[in-house]
């Protein structure tokens, strides 16, 4: 599968944005999906992540509550939705495709992801 990430961009703090992640082929809802990110001088780090069917999340605990995940495998696609954003919160955005035979909780270890995306830039600054 191949994966095109879009949508990051420059906010102010306390913004909104909205990522996008296009996904190829046929076999989309074979895949839990995940987001990442990586500052500048740090290690990729989790972000989110959704099962197969949607119906099972996970998020980091610095995003709980600002950043929702979902997915539609309709238009093979999955989104991550950004509110209350920090500076903090600045970092190259990528998503992640890990194929699965469960609707088991998705996963939140970068290793375990198969498919990466290019990236797209979020810069929270005012």
């Known amino acids: 599968v191949q994966l095109q990430a879009s949508g990051g961009g420059l906010v102010q703090p306390g913004g909104s944005l909205r990522l996008s992640c296009a996904a190829s082929?046929?076999?989309?809802?074979?895949?839990?999906m995940g987001w990442f990110r990586q500052a500048p001088g740090k290690e990729r780090e989790f972000v989110a992540a959704?099962?197969?069917?949607?119906?099972?999340?996970e998020y980091s605990d610095s995003v709980r509550g600002r950043f929702t995940i979902s997915r539609d495998n309709a238009k093979n696609a999955v989104y991550l939705q950004m509110n209350s954003l920090k500076p903090e919160d600045t970092a190259v955005y990528y998503c992640?495709?890990?194929?699965?035979?469960?609707?088991?909780?998705?996963?939140?270890?970068?290793?375990?992801?198969?498919?990466w995306g290019q990236g797209t830039q979020v810069t929270v600054s005012s």
């Open positions: 992640a495709a890990r194929p699965t035979i469960s609707t088991a909780v998705p996963s939140r270890v970068t290793g375990e992801y198969d498919y």
């Open positions: 959704i099962n197969r069917s949607g119906g099972s999340t």
């Open positions: 082929g046929r076999t989309f809802s074979r895949y839990s």
